[in-house]
């Protein structure tokens, strides 16, 4: 028996990290078979879903026909990376996912006869996006979930914690986690038979972004470390049309609005994206975040704008009133100004390697939603399929882990050494690196276009600050800054290997450089 302090501990049949759409998909589906223990860094708003305002794209009415429409636009909007089998199996598993929500209670909006409504986003060929409360889908979505599993006997919600390490069997079987309390009152170690990442992505890790700042990948980097395969860690979507003001948190103006006939516009009020796709504004997000990136390195000085003042405030308000009221609470009446704007990274399209089941890598460990690697988001994820995937994903990896029969045997303890309470980690002297500083190096050297040149620079930045790290004490701040730049080291890696499609875009090195002054600018 080791004499360090060892954690308090946990007996679970299944571990759940994350408490965003995926993971509580998963948690309500694996109820039946056991208890669940679902560890969150905080409340549901903490999470990506949450903000998640477009909504779920589903191939409405589910027939053959609008399948196959709906894989084909996928694989479209995916430029060439997507695995065609599993985006149909996704696709296929969609009317599952949206009945599965109606019973549970979700309010999708609808007409006066009860029909559902659907609108269009990017890169749709028609109307097949199902929202909730206007442009309240994720977190509409994300309580009702929450609320059919909370108070539930078999079910514990532990927060505010940080995963740390993942624990495995002496065979190598991952059996659970050990966490920080996020609050520095202690460890907290949680044993289970089978462990469900569902963290989200780490789009955070970019200074430019639509995600919340808890979105920084450090459970991806926890697993990789365990020995999970990451993959894909060059596709970072960047959505267009974040607005865009001095002193502002980015605010996402979802795609919607142009799906419903918004414009981009210069000062001069000009259209500019049918210079860039034959589909204008409805291109795909990885174009127009592109052909706003260009623009900008065109004309530094001046902005571009979102425009929908051909829709009236009451519909505004009525069909999207969070983004209407927010805009409102800055300054822009939507219905009569237009709204500066400039992308930021919004979703991975890579992340923990799994098949179709959710199984990564490691045996004991599965992955759901964005935090995995599917290869149904191809290099850019089409509009509104990330919901989707949350929640086909959510009910498919309960079906792989039943049929793995974790359950079978006793689980058999982690070593000691294992599930002693670490005494130090890999650190730099305090305020050498920050996480502002990793941030700033991702947006500007693995941003929307990339350069060769910078692309080595960021990379040898990262290696820099990684070779320097001694072992100090261990804080909420250390790990997380090891987390990042671990994880950072494997994007850019990444980077310099993965096909250059989609979002993964690169231009030739040329004396104008990457235009970060055009990438800087904000509107006065
Ligand atoms: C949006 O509403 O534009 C974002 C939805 C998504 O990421 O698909």
Same mark, same amino acid.
């Given at each position: 028996?080791?004499?360090?302090?060892?954690?308090?501990?946990?007996?679970?049949?299944?571990?759940?990290?994350?408490?965003?759409?995926?993971?509580?998909?998963?948690?309500?589906?694996?109820?039946?078979?056991?208890?669940?223990?679902?560890?969150?860094?905080?409340?549901?708003?903490?999470?990506?879903?949450?903000?998640?305002?477009?909504?779920?794209?589903?191939?409405?009415?589910?027939?053959?026909?609008?399948?196959?429409?709906?894989?084909?636009?996928?694989?479209?909007?995916?430029?060439?990376?997507?695995?065609?089998?599993?985006?149909?199996?996704?696709?296929?598993?969609?009317?599952?996912?949206?009945?599965?929500?109606?019973?549970?209670?979700?309010?999708?909006?609808?007409?006066?006869?009860?029909?559902?409504?659907?609108?269009?986003?990017?890169?749709?060929?028609?109307?097949?996006?199902?929202?909730?409360?206007?442009?309240?889908?994720?977190?509409?979505?994300?309580?009702?979930?929450?609320?059919?599993?909370?108070?539930?006997?078999?079910?514990?919600?532990?927060?505010?914690?940080?995963?740390?390490?993942?624990?495995?069997?002496?065979?190598?079987?991952?059996?659970?986690?050990?966490?920080?309390?996020?609050?520095?009152?202690?460890?907290?170690?949680?044993?289970?038979?089978?462990?469900?990442?569902?963290?989200?992505?780490?789009?955070?890790?970019?200074?430019?972004?639509?995600?919340?700042?808890?979105?920084?990948?450090?459970?991806?980097?926890?697993?990789?470390?365990?020995?999970?395969?990451?993959?894909?860690?060059?596709?970072?979507?960047?959505?267009?049309? =974040?607005?865009?003001?001095?002193?502002? /948190?980015?605010?996402? +103006?979802? $795609? @919607? !609005?142009?799906?419903?006939?918004?414009? &981009?516009?210069?000062?001069?009020?000009?259209?500019?994206?049918?210079?860039?796709?034959?589909?204008?504004?409805?291109?795909?997000?990885?174009?127009?975040?592109?052909?706003?990136?260009?623009?900008?390195?065109?004309?530094?000085?001046?902005?571009?704008?979102?425009?929908?003042?051909?829709?009236?405030?009451?519909?505004?308000?009525?069909?999207?009133?969070?983004?209407?009221?927010?805009?409102?609470?800055?300054?822009?009446?939507?219905?009569?100004?237009?709204?500066?704007?400039?992308?930021?990274?919004?979703?991975?399209?890579?992340?923990?390697?799994?098949?179709?089941?959710?199984?990564?890598?490691?045996?004991?460990?599965?992955?759901?939603?964005?935090?995995?690697?599917?290869? =149904?988001?191809?290099?850019?994820?089409? /509009?509104?399929?990330? +919901?989707? $995937? @949350? !929640?086909?994903?959510?009910?498919?990896? &309960?079906?792989?882990?039943?049929?793995?029969?974790?359950?079978?045997?006793?689980?058999?303890?982690?070593?000691?050494?294992?599930?002693?309470?670490?005494?130090?980690?890999?650190?730099?002297?305090?305020?050498?690196?920050?996480?502002?500083?990793?941030?700033?190096?991702?947006?500007?050297?693995?941003?929307?276009?990339?350069?060769?040149?910078?692309?080595?620079?960021?990379?040898?930045?990262?290696?820099?600050?990684?070779?320097?790290?001694?072992?100090?004490?261990?804080?909420?701040?250390?790990?997380?800054?090891?987390?990042?730049?671990?994880?950072?080291?494997?994007?850019?890696?990444?980077?310099?290997?993965?096909?250059?499609?989609?979002?993964?875009?690169?231009?030739?090195?040329?004396?104008?450089?990457?235009?970060?002054?055009?990438?800087?600018?904000?509107?006065?």
């Amino acid at each position: 028996m080791s004499d360090r302090p060892q954690a308090k501990r946990i007996t679970a049949d299944f571990l759940i990290v994350g408490g965003g759409i995926a993971g509580y998909q998963t948690a309500l589906d694996l109820l039946p078979l056991g208890s669940v223990a679902l560890v969150s860094r905080g409340s549901i708003a903490s999470g990506s879903s949450y903000y998640a305002q477009g909504g779920l794209a589903i191939p409405w009415k589910f027939d053959r026909e609008a399948v196959n429409a709906h894989v084909a636009d996928t694989i479209r909007a995916g430029a060439g990376l997507c695995d065609e089998e599993r985006v149909r199996l996704l696709i296929e598993g969609a009317e599952e996912a949206f009945v599965t929500l109606v019973s549970y209670g979700v309010p999708f909006d609808r007409d006066e006869k009860g029909e559902v409504l659907l609108t269009r986003e990017a890169a749709h060929s028609r109307p097949r996006i199902v929202h909730a409360g206007g442009d309240k889908t994720g977190s509409l979505i994300l309580r009702t979930l929450a609320q059919n599993v909370h108070g539930h006997e078999r079910f514990t919600f532990l927060t505010p914690y940080r995963l740390t390490r993942l624990l495995k069997e002496p065979d190598g079987r991952v059996a659970g986690g050990l966490f920080m309390d996020e609050t520095g009152d202690g460890w907290l170690e949680i044993l289970a038979r089978a462990t469900i990442m569902a963290t989200g992505g780490f789009s955070a890790l970019f200074a430019r972004t639509t995600n919340p700042p808890s979105q920084v990948g450090d459970a991806a980097a926890v697993c990789h470390r365990a020995g999970a395969e990451l993959e894909r860690l060059a596709f970072t979507q960047f959505h267009p049309t =974040v607005l865009d003001l001095p002193g502002e /948190a980015p605010f996402l +103006l979802t $795609e @919607a !609005l142009r799906g419903e006939g918004g414009h &981009v516009v210069n000062e001069s009020g000009e259209r500019i994206l049918f210079r860039y796709h034959p589909d204008g504004e409805l291109a795909p997000r990885d174009v127009v975040s592109r052909a706003l990136w260009l623009e900008a390195r065109a004309h530094p000085e001046s902005s571009l704008y979102l425009s929908v003042n051909h829709l009236p405030a009451s519909y505004l308000k009525e069909r999207f009133p969070q983004v209407y009221t927010h805009c409102l609470s800055v300054g822009i009446d939507l219905s009569r100004d237009r709204a500066p704007i400039r992308p930021a990274a919004h979703f991975q399209m890579g992340g923990i390697r799994t098949d179709m089941d959710g199984r990564t890598s490691l045996p004991g460990l599965y992955a759901v939603g964005e935090v995995a690697s599917t290869r =149904v988001h191809g290099a850019n994820r089409l /509009a509104s399929n990330s +919901l989707l $995937e @949350a !929640l086909v994903m959510g009910h498919r990896v &309960v079906r792989g882990i039943a049929s793995d029969r974790p359950g079978r045997g006793e689980l058999a303890l982690p070593p000691e050494e294992e599930r002693d309470i670490p005494q130090s980690i890999p650190t730099l002297p305090s305020g050498e690196v920050t996480m502002k500083v990793i941030q700033n190096i991702l947006w500007e050297k693995a941003g929307i276009v990339r350069f060769i040149s910078q692309v080595r620079a960021g990379r040898e930045e990262i290696e820099g600050y990684l070779a320097r790290m001694r072992e100090g004490p261990v804080t909420t701040e250390g790990l997380l800054l090891w987390n990042a730049l671990e994880l950072s080291r494997e994007i850019f890696k990444d980077l310099l290997v993965a096909p250059r499609v989609g979002a993964n875009f690169f231009l030739e090195d040329s004396p104008a450089g990457n235009g970060q002054s055009a990438q800087k600018r904000g509107k006065g």
